[in-house]
């Protein structure tokens, strides 16, 4: 069995797994009972972000080295800045719009194999991860630790950028290429019903 192979089959059971967690909803917390398992379930629980973290993985592996090291860990990072400005309260306007718009886009970008240069790819994920990371701050639980919360968001979301990296190889053949190009329609597709409010 090829490293390939054994990375397919390892995202291919993992991530099914982490989806059906979130049939529970976006935004939802019920029985967490600690700040890193709030902020590690956060971003697994909610569709919106669901998507946008996978799609980041699955772009970075689509444009090759250096994107797909480098936008998972812009991403993450950026976030967590997002994050610092929600839980002191910094507004930022339409957050659900930008959570909504990082899904249809980024989705349309794999959906239709865009090749942006590393720094494009890069300023593009970075103000998408200010939405997530502003929305995750917002709605830290009091009751909880912030940093905990911080590291369990940072370690989820890092978990679904690899989950999006290991079905992006599969650009390695000509058939995985287009079944990474229908994800990203997919991806596009539950993002434009988050932005319509159809979900």
Do not use: C
Request: net charge neutral.
């Amino acid at each position: 069995m090829t490293t390939l192979t054994r990375t397919v089959r390892i995202a291919a059971l993992t991530l099914p797994m982490m989806l059906l967690a979130a049939q529970a909803g976006a935004h939802v917390g019920e029985g967490i009972n600690t700040g890193f398992a709030s902020g590690f379930w956060h971003p697994i629980y909610g569709w919106d972000h669901v998507v946008a973290m996978v799609a980041v993985g699955l772009w970075g592996a689509f444009l090759g080295a250096p994107a797909i090291w480098i936008l998972p860990v812009v991403f993450p990072l950026v976030m967590a800045f997002g994050g610092a400005l929600g839980v002191i309260g910094v507004p930022i306007p339409m957050i659900e719009t930008g959570i909504a718009l990082s899904g249809v886009v980024l989705g349309l970008l794999i959906a239709f194999a865009v090749r942006a240069p590393i720094w494009v790819a890069a300023v593009i994920v970075g103000v998408f991860a200010i939405f997530h990371g502003h929305a995750h701050g917002t709605e830290l639980p009091e009751a909880f630790s912030p940093y905990g919360y911080a590291v369990g968001f940072v370690v989820g979301t890092g978990l679904l950028h690899m989950a999006g990296i290991a079905l992006g190889f599969l650009t390695k053949s000509e058939a995985g290429k287009l079944a990474v190009r229908g994800a990203g329609g997919v991806i596009a597709l539950v993002g434009a019903t988050f932005l319509f409010g159809l979900a």
